[in-house]
Each structure stands twice: as C-alpha cells, then as structure tokens.
C-alpha cells in the first residue's frame, strides 16, 4: 500500500495531480481543499516538489490513490468511507464540497441539514454521516482551517463547481456574488467563499 508520497509536481488541476517519483508518475486523486494547499505552496515559491499523504484504495477491478495535504485530511476520508453509503468517490466530492474544518463542526454539531446541501449528500446520507461520525472526530477538530492562494479566472471557478455537482447557473450567481464583494480573491479564496455561499442557500 502506498501511504505517502513526495515528488515533483507534473500536472495538476483541481480533482487530480501527477506526481513524479523516482522516474514513475503517479495520478493522486484530491479534494479541493488540499489543491488549495498545493497552489498555495506553489504560490509561495516553495518548489514543484510536493509531499502527499496517500490512501490506497483497491478493488477487484482498479487501484486508485487519493492524496491529502494533511494527516487530518486523510483521517477525516477514511472515516468518512467508513459509513455505509460512502465510498470513495463521494468521500471526496464531500471533502471538495464543504472544507474541513466546516464539515468537522457539521459532523460534531449534528447538523445534519447543513450536510446534505453537498452535492452527492442527500438526506438518509446525512443523518448516517452524523450517527455514525458525530463522536467520532473530535480528536480532528484541534487544527486550524486550511489556507489557499493562486490566482485563477472566476470562469475556472465556476467550471470547479459544476464538477462538484453544482448547477452552472447557481455556480455562476454564487462565483458573481464573491467576486462582488472581494474583485481582487485568488481562485482558492474565491471558491472557498462561492461553496459557503451554495452551502447556505
């Protein structure tokens, strides 16, 4: 099982990178919370060398790797997989829908309203994701939100969202209503903000 990964950074987009090791390129499926962190880093001049915690998933049929900037981040997709109804998949597009630390207070407040506005969540998913994880993630709770910079179009932002399930028209009026209100936001501050924005309505 690979459990981590470091290298360099070849492609990367916001559901998936392709990281070099030693010769061989690997694709690491992501959630959008940590491609915020890979812009950021690449944003701050750290290199195209990037280090991903890595969950190994394996079936009868594929073999697909999911990276995580945080420990807490892959902690959180395994847990999440852990309940009935989620898979992978959808463990991801939860994580991409709703970042950490929000969907960290979902889980511990019970709310479980507040979760089934993630595309992919319906209601039944909901109320199992907070009976079955609701005591269980206090111990992720401890760290602080996760930071994001680069700067992208809000078209990129928009295209982001559709990915994740949501309607291009509320994508476009969410992406219209941040952008309003901070003209300057990097792409990362900008999706963060139009997700909390569909999140509530």
Not at 46 to 62: K, N, P, Q, S, Y
Not at 94 to 111: C, K, N, Y
Not at 117 to 144: H, N, S
């Amino acid at each position: 099982m690979i459990g981590h990964l470091r290298g360099r950074l070849v492609v990367r987009s916001p559901e998936r990178l392709l990281v070099e090791c030693g010769g061989v390129g690997y694709e690491v499926l992501v959630s959008l919370s940590t491609f915020y962190e890979v812009e950021r880093a690449l944003a701050a001049g750290e290199g195209g060398e990037i280090a991903l915690h890595v969950h190994t998933h394996v079936r009868e049929d594929a073999l697909a790797l999911f990276g995580f900037w945080s420990e807490r981040e892959k902690l959180l997709f395994e847990r999440l997989i852990a309940v009935s109804g989620i898979g992978p998949k959808l463990a991801r597009v939860i994580l991409s829908g709703m970042p950490p630390e929000d969907l960290l207070a979902a889980l511990a407040g019970r709310d479980a309203t507040r979760l089934a506005t993630i595309p992919g969540v319906g209601k039944k998913t909901a109320e199992r994701m907070v009976l079955e994880l609701a005591d269980k993630v206090a111990d992720l709770a401890g760290e602080g939100p996760a930071h994001a910079a680069a700067s992208q179009g809000g078209d990129d932002v928009v295209s982001a969202l559709v990915n994740l399930g949501y309607k291009a028209k509320l994508a476009e009026h969410a992406v219209a209503q941040a952008r309003r209100e901070t003209p300057d936001a990097e792409f990362a501050a900008l999706l963060r903000d139009s997700l909390k924005r569909l999140s509530r309505a």
